[in-house]
T-cell receptor
Framework: EAQVTQNPRYLITVTGKKLTVTCSQN?????MSWYRQDPGLGLRQIYY???????DKGDVPEGYKVSRKEKRNFPLILESPSPNQTSLYFC?????????????FGSGTQLSVL | RKEVEQDPGPFNVPEGATVAFNCTYS??????FFWYRQDCRKEPKLLMS???SGNEDGRFTAQLNRASQYISLLIRDSKLSDSATYLC????????????FGTGTRLLVSP
């Protein structure tokens, strides 16, 4: 089944403890992206990647890192999480980065930073 | 002014009703437009793209008005299963993907 797999689904951590949220897609998509969703703000892009070893900042990249060493994987890293990073996170992918591409989303990670 | 604005709702309608949502966007150079559906705390899923000539998919009709910079979604014969949040999504870049998401309009369909 074609899908974007995100783990974990829920995560509670404490301030400053490094964490990684994994994202993997099995559709051979070139484009992958991370979003966070907060009440009243909609989805905002954190980072995106147009292909292996090519990543770039989105609208809210501060406090996050990403890597794209393989086409299928695009992990999101929080080196020192803070409470303002408590949010619902979604990984997404599309075949290319074209203007009419359909985005496929992972099932989301609800992160709470205490 | 937000780049993409939607009425948050909720829109409460009975089964069988027709309901319409609008979404306005500020960037006149925006090239592509979409409606995504999101169930509570789950991942958004593409409902339909919005084409300049308007398009229909079963009970759903999407329209684009470039002059007034808004898109609309019409749902006819509402079902209980249509209850969800509908996200307006606009690609604001020229030639590549730069999506801006609205905050969503919540629809509640009751028996």
């Amino acid at each position: 089944e074609a899908q974007v797999t995100q783990n974990p689904r829920y995560l509670i951590t404490v301030t400053g403890k490094k964490l990684t949220v994994t994202c993997s897609q099995n559709m051979n998509h070139e484009y992958m992206s991370w979003y966070r969703q907060d009440p009243g703000l909609g989805l905002r892009q954190i980072y995106y990647s147009m292909n292996v070893e090519v990543t770039d900042k989105g609208d809210v990249p501060e406090g996050y890192k990403v890597s794209r060493k393989e086409k299928r994987n695009f992990p999101l890293i929080l080196e020192s999480p803070s409470p303002n990073q408590t949010s619902l996170y979604f990984c997404a992918s599309s075949l290319l980065q074209g203007i009419n591409e359909k985005l496929f989303f992972g099932s989301g990670t609800q992160l709470s930073v205490l | 002014r937000k780049e993409v604005e939607q009425d948050p709702g909720p829109f409460n309608v009975p089964e069988g009703a027709t309901v319409a949502f609008n979404c306005t966007y500020s960037n006149s150079a925006s090239q592509s437009f979409f409606w995504y559906r999101q169930d509570c705390r789950k991942e958004p899923k593409l409902l339909m793209s919005v084409y300049s000539s308007g398009n229909e998919d079963g009970r759903f009709t999407a329209q684009l008005n470039r002059a007034s910079q808004y898109i609309s979604l019409l749902i006819r014969d509402s079902k209980l299963s249509d209850s969800a949040t509908y996200l307006c999504v606009v690609n604001t870049a020229t030639g590549f993907q730069k999506l801006v998401f609205g905050t969503g309009t919540r629809l509640l369909v009751s028996p």
